[in-house]
């Protein structure tokens, strides 16, 4: 039982970039996926959140309006779509599920993935 994180990368101010979180020995379809980042120095702090069937979704202020979350339970994977990417946003993503609906503090997650390093630099 576990969740993958995947597409992290580098990228340049006001680009884009999109995290898939796919599970593994799992179905996602009764979990509210949520993504956490973590920069050097600084505590983890919510992104995002999409509740198990998509209808609720959550986002931080300082990523509203620049990103969005998508699921395709087909596929077991949920998205976070970064666009407008700002040096601010360079951290470990992380993605994370919990059996139930969206919560803003990690500690409430079962299940969590490794993470993605996504860095914003010129």
């Not at 949520?34 to 986002?59: H, L, M, N």
């Amino acid at each position: 039982v576990q969740l993958q994180a995947s597409g992290g990368g580098f990228v340049q101010p006001g680009g884009s970039l999109r995290l898939a979180c796919e599970a593994s020995g799992f179905t996602l379809d009764y979990y509210s996926i949520g993504w956490f980042r973590q920069a050097p120095g600084k505590e983890r702090e919510g992104v995002s959140c999409i509740s198990s069937r998509g209808r609720s979704t959550y986002f931080a202020e300082s990523v509203k309006g620049r990103f969005t979350i998508s699921r395709d339970n087909a596929k077991n994977t949920v998205y976070l779509h970064m666009n407008s990417l700002k040096p601010e946003d360079t951290a470990e993503y992380y993605c994370a599920g919990v059996d139930g609906k969206c919560y803003r503090e990690y500690g409430w997650y079962e299940v969590w993935g490794q993470g993605t390093l996504v860095t914003v630099s010129s």
